[in-house]
């Protein structure tokens, strides 16, 4: 157990509850979420003599990673763990009341006694590169949204206008975001070396590979491929208790992004991917449904991008997988 006083962040929108034990006390604030509220946070920690802090969040997204830059630049130990972690821990308490008070104490007790392992903020070229590649996600689903709207067979004639200039806008906003992701990669001779060789792979174009530079950077210092699939969720997770046995699906417990990424490549491959279109006919000669083929296949995909990038070698595809 920590000795170190330990932080608790219950971080929201718009608010942070903090809980700090130190030398035995219990200390509860609320603080903004913005750059005002970060300065209370340090400012809060000196006041209560705290020179260094163990600080943990779930993880929350933009809305946890800019407090704990904050933190970790102040030197502060930082750790951003998985929420569904926390909420384990927390059946094990038997909480019974949620509020941001009680999730922050809870995180708080968590972090004591399980000391998670510390994270550290991306460097700001991949910040940028995810951010990038996010924010084009999320303007190509706005489209495809607007798309769909236009396509709508009730809309009247001022309606249809409207969904024709956001589309047209959108068009632009994903035309330029593109073209900025594009150049920043171009200007990094690691990450387009790391693009070139992810092209290499049949089923893998420009945005699946942008996306996997911007969510996994370090994707060749995984420990081995069954770690790389575990951290994208695609590792498979049996249920079983005494004589039942329930089927086997993935775990989903990794990053979704990717996983989305993946699933039009994975299609893509199975049919121009020779390495991947065996590997893909075996599964289904064997009796395996199409969607746990396609499962099979993301897997494959993010495995073979992991090795890719290791070994700094392109792919090669052949006729047996």
């Not at 929201?12 to 219990?26: D, Y």
């Not at 006041?47 to 407090?67: D, I």
Request: charged share 25%; glycine share 6%; net charge positive.
């Amino acid at each position: 157990m920590l000795d170190l006083a330990v932080l608790g962040l219950d971080v929201g929108k718009f608010k942070i509850a903090a809980a700090l034990l130190h030398n035995g006390k219990k200390r509860d604030k609320v603080f903004s979420n913005d750059v005002d509220g970060y300065a209370e946070v340090l400012s809060w920690l000196k006041q209560h003599r705290v020179s260094k802090v163990h600080a943990c969040l779930e993880s929350t997204g933009g809305y946890s990673e800019a407090l704990a830059t904050v933190l970790f630049d102040d030197g502060h130990i930082v750790s951003i763990v998985n929420p569904t972690r926390v909420k384990a821990f927390g059946k094990t308490e038997m909480v019974r009341t949620k509020t941001d008070k009680v999730d922050a104490g809870l995180i708080a007790r968590f972090c004591q006694l399980h000391e998670p392992s510390p994270w550290s903020p991306l460097p700001l070229k991949v910040r940028q590169i995810q951010a990038l590649s996010r924010r084009l996600d999320s303007l190509i689903d706005m489209r495809a949204q607007e798309q769909n709207r236009l396509e709508a067979p009730d809309n009247v004639a001022p309606v249809k206008i409207s969904l024709r200039e956001s589309i047209a806008w959108l068009d632009e906003q994903i035309k330029e975001i593109e073209r900025q992701l594009q150049q920043l990669i171009k200007d990094d001779p690691d990450f387009r070396n790391k693009r070139d060789l992810l092209l290499s792979i049949d089923g893998i174009g420009k945005r699946t590979a942008d996306r996997i530079l911007g969510e996994m950077p370090n994707i060749a210092e995984f420990r081995n491929a069954k770690a790389v699939a575990a951290y994208v969720g695609l590792s498979p997770r049996e249920w079983q208790s005494g004589t039942l046995r329930g089927r086997t699906r993935i775990s989903k417990m990794g990053n979704s992004r990717i996983r989305k990424a993946l699933y039009w490549p994975a299609i893509s491959a199975m049919k121009y991917n020779a390495t991947i279109r065996c590997f893909a006919e075996r599964l289904l000669a064997a009796g395996k449904s199409s969607m746990l083929v396609i499962v099979a296949v993301m897997r494959k995909l993010i495995c073979l991008a992991y090795a890719v990038v290791r070994s700094g070698r392109p792919f090669i595809s052949v006729q047996t997988a």
